[in-house]
C-alpha cells in the first residue's frame, strides 16, 4: 500500500510569512503525528491528530498549529515565520489504536526561512 | 521532559566490522524503539521492545531492554554498506500517547569499505 506522503518537499520562505504542510498518511491509518527535525534539537514531537482531533501537543509555541480532515490527512502551518523554523518537517501515521510506538514517518517537508 | 543520551554520536567502521550503540535515561520508559534514518528519508522503525531485559534480534540487529529500563542498546552484526545512516533511540512517555516519542540525537554510522 501507497506509503505517507508529505507535500511540498522542499520550500523557502522568509521571515514573517506563513506556511502549510500537508501529509497525507497510510490508507486506513487515523493518527497523524508530526515532529520538527533540526540539526541543533534533533527530533521533536509537534502534534498529533487522532479523528480530527488533536490529542497531544508538545512545547511548541502557538504559531505552530495543525488540523485534520475527515479522511485522515493534515495539514501543519507555522505562521509569522523565524529563521529557527528551518527544519525538516515529518510527518508519521499510526493506527492510532496501539501503543506499539511504530510510526510510518513521510520523507519530509525541507523548510528555508530567509 | 524526557531526554534520552545517545551514544557514540557517530562511528566510522570496516565493512563486515560488529556495532554497537546504546541510549540511556535518567526516567523510566516502558517501551524502547529503535530507528534508522536514511539520507532524505523518514526514520524507520528497526527493533521495537515492551519488556525489561527483553532482547530481540531482527536480522543482523540485536536490542536489548535494559532491566532497569533506563537505558537499551543496538548491535549491528558484519555490517555492510548499506547499514549507513543515522540511527536513533526513541521512547513513549510512560503513561502518555505511544505517537508522542522522545528521540535520542541519534549515531551517524559511516560503514568504510
Known amino acids: 500500500k501507497a506509503g505517507v506522503t508529505q507535500t511540498p518537499r522542499y520550500l523557502i520562505k522568509t521571515r514573517g510569512q506563513q506556511v502549510t504542510l500537508s501529509c497525507s498518511p497510510i490508507?486506513?491509518?487515523?493518527?497523524v503525528s508530526w515532529y520538527q527535525q533540526t540539526p541543533g534539537q534533533g527530533l521533536q514531537f509537534l502534534f498529533e491528530?487522532?479523528?480530527?482531533?488533536?490529542?497531544n501537543k508538545g512545547n511548541f509555541p502557538g504559531r505552530f498549529s495543525g488540523r485534520q480532515f475527515s479522511n485522515s490527512r493534515s495539514e501543519m502551518n507555522v505562521s509569522t515565520l523565524e529563521l529557527g523554523d528551518s527544519a525538516l518537517y515529518l510527518c508519521?501515521?499510526?493506527?492510532?489504536?496501539?501503543?506499539?510506538?511504530?510510526?510510518?514517518f513521510g520523507e519530509g517537508s525541507r523548510l528555508t526561512v530567509l | 521532559g524526557q531526554q534520552l543520551n545517545q551514544s557514540p554520536q557517530s562511528m566510522f567502521i570496516q565493512e563486515g566490522e560488529d556495532v554497537s550503540m546504546n541510549c540511556t535515561s535518567s526516567?523510566?520508559?516502558?517501551?524502547w524503539l529503535w530507528y534508522k534514518q536514511d539520507p532524505g528519508e523518514g526514520p524507520v522503525l528497526l527493533i521495537a521492545?515492551?519488556?525489561?531485559?527483553e532482547l530481540t534480534s531482527n536480522g543482523r540487529l540485536t536490542a536489548q531492554f535494559g532491566i532497569t529500563r533506563k537505558d537499551s542498546f543496538l548491535n549491528i552484526s558484519a555490517s555492510i554498506p548499506s547499514d549507513v545512516g543515522i540511527y536513533f533511540c526513541?521512547?513513549?512517555?510512560?503513561?502518555?500517547?505511544?505517537?508522542?516519542?522522545?528521540f535520542g540525537s541519534g549515531t551517524q554510522l559511516t560503514v568504510l569499505p
Open positions: 508519521a501515521s499510526s493506527s492510532g489504536t496501539t501503543n506499539t510506538g511504530e510510526l510510518f
Open positions: 490508507s486506513g491509518h487515523r493518527s
Open positions: 491528530y487522532f479523528s480530527e482531533t488533536q490529542r
Open positions: 526516567s523510566i520508559f516502558n517501551t
Open positions: 521492545l515492551y519488556k525489561a531485559g
Open positions: 526513541a521512547g513513549p512517555p510512560p503513561s502518555g500517547s505511544a505517537r508522542q516519542l522522545t
